[in-house]
């Protein structure tokens, strides 16, 4: 069955950088779309970054420029880079897997997620 595992949340300043990674599990990941997803407290989980079968990717506008998504099939890992980080980047980031196979970037495609984990970004 599809497991997915974040790693690399932790506490960063403002303008600072970090490197998350999901570890997939349970099926051929060259053949699906993958995506970051982040929830703030208080807020509804939204989407950030998308990174097709065939490597075409997509950002969420207020992560543009800032954020780049990656893949590695042959490792099964799939990689979100963040640079410049702010405060309101605070959230627990999931990795999530497009229903589909050879599916595309609509966000509610992405019907399989890990637990998260947490980046804290500080003024």
């Known amino acids: 069955q599809v497991q997915l595992v974040e790693s690399g949340g932790g506490l960063v300043q403002a303008g600072g950088s970090l490197r998350l990674s999901c570890s997939a599990f349970?099926?051929?990941?060259?053949?699906?779309?993958m995506a970051w997803f982040r929830q703030a407290p208080g807020k509804d989980r939204e989407f950030v970054a998308a990174i097709v079968w065939n490597d075409v990717t997509s950002y969420a506008d207020s992560v543009k420029g800032r954020f780049t998504i990656s893949r590695d099939n042959g490792r099964n890992m799939v990689y979100l880079q963040m640079n410049s980080l702010k405060p309101g980047d605070t959230a627990v980031y999931y990795c999530?897997?497009?229903?589909?196979?050879?599916?595309?970037?609509?966000?509610?495609?992405?019907?399989?997620w890990g637990q998260g984990t947490q980046v804290t970004v500080s003024s």
């Open positions: 999530a897997k497009n229903d589909y196979r050879y599916g595309g970037d609509i966000p509610t495609d992405f019907g399989s």
């Open positions: 349970g099926f051929t990941m060259r053949m699906y779309s």
